[in-house]
């Protein structure tokens, strides 16, 4: 589990237009909640948080908030974000409560080269990226390995097929398809009405028109024999 800190500031007022000029002063509105406290609405210095977003995956990462010099583990639950600037509008933080399990969402790391890969010709299809988890906060895996060294072409991984660490329960369907290895697809030939296969069209030949001045004896010209 990885953890990192950041201050927040408590904010008295809400509204629309406060949060306007939060953003215009550089900061961003913020709201914490949790089980056993009533939502509060903070501010964040914006570029701390942008740097740190660079740094970090924050769906899996826990944040040791300091508010005004007291200390909450928190996760970020949601970050809202400008459709066009993508600069950040808002960010929603949930307290974490020591024993009580949360619901986050991991990525799969696939480890090694499939054999039908290396041998096959295959490649491989990654059709699951993450897992809905329950986990205690203290357990929250950074990712989560997949293991694909031994996987041949026309085989595939499902969720069941994988090691989950200890204290993990994974809230996805067990029978899901996590990755497989396929023989990639070519371009058919184009096939005619009777079911053989068409002929490639040949090119059409250039036709030039021929130069004024070989119609009337320019000087390019053959000569003309006598």
């Given amino acids: 589990m990885a953890s990192v800190q950041l ?24 709201i914490i909640y949790g ?21 970090i995956s924050y769906t899996t990462t826990v944040i040791e908030l300091d508010v005004n010099g007291s200390m909450a583990r928190t996760l970020i639950r949601e970050l809202q974000r400008h ?4 600069n950040i509008l808002h960010v929603d933080f949930q307290e974490l409560v020591a024993g009580e399990k949360v619901t986050v969402r ?14 096959g010709g295959g490649i491989l299809d ?10 205690d906060p203290a357990d929250i895996p950074n990712h989560i390995d997949v293991d694909v060294t031994t996987l041949q072409v026309g085989k595939s991984l499902h969720i069941r097929d994988i090691v ?14 996590i990755c497989v290895c396929v023989i990639p697809k070519e371009v058919a030939a184009p096939v005619a009405v009777d079911g053989t296969t068409a002929p ?12 004024a001045e070989d119609e009337e004896g320019g000087e390019d010209a053959a000569p003309k024999k006598k």
């Fill in 83 to 86: 459709p066009v600037k993508r």
């Fill in 126 to 135: 990654e059709t699951i990226r993450e897992l809905h988890i329950s986990v």
């Fill in 164 to 177: 989950i660490p200890a204290g993990v329960t994974v809230l996805d369907d067990l029978g899901g398809t």
């Fill in 106 to 119: 991991v990525p799969i790391r696939f480890v090694g080269t499939p054999d039908g890969v290396r041998l």
């Fill in 7 to 30: 201050s927040a500031t408590v904010r008295t007022v809400a509204g629309k237009g406060t949060a306007r000029k939060l953003r215009a002063a550089g900061e961003i509105p913020a």
């Fill in 200 to 211: 490639t069209p040949a090119e059409p030949e250039l036709i030039r028109k021929a130069k």
């Fill in 35 to 55: 089980h056993g406290r009533e939502p509060q609405s903070l501010s964040l210095n914006a570029h701390i948080l942008g740097r740190l977003l660079e740094k």
